[in-house]
């Protein structure tokens, strides 16, 4: 594969991820900030976060894509070459969701304060 190719395919790709990651923001919009915010989080970390093909290649995939395709294709437990690296972002983007619902948890508590207290 050139790499041109290759460029336009991660390009088609990210592209796709775009419109994959608009309809769940859609879809989650109703929920409560608790789920909608670790549920798109987690979602985007798992969309993007990249992985190498394989040792011998520069290339590089969708972590998930090679996972999957080591754990189908290989016969060793190779699934976790680029499976460990994505749960280790997937912890990340949990302890990110964590801190952000904290956030705004906090935020709409100091604006109840301020909007009860008598003028």
Not at 7 to 22: D, E, I, P, Q, R
Not at 44 to 50: D, E, N, Y
Request: no cysteine; proline share 5%; charged share 20%.
């Amino acid at each position: 594969m050139t790499t041109k190719a290759f460029l336009w395919g991660w390009f088609a790709y990210l592209v796709g991820t775009v419109g994959v990651l608009f309809v769940w923001w859609w879809l989650t919009r109703s929920l409560a900030v608790w789920a909608k915010v670790p549920l798109r989080i987690v979602l985007t970390a798992l969309l993007i976060t990249p992985w190498s093909v394989s040792p011998e290649h520069d290339e590089w995939a969708p972590a998930w894509v090679v996972s999957l395709f080591d754990g189908l294709a290989q016969e060793d437990i190779s699934l976790w070459r680029a499976g460990g690296p994505l749960v280790a972002m997937l912890l990340v983007a949990m302890v990110v969701a964590v801190l952000e619902v904290w956030r705004q948890r906090r935020k709409q508590t100091r604006l109840e304060a301020d909007t009860a207290r008598p003028e």
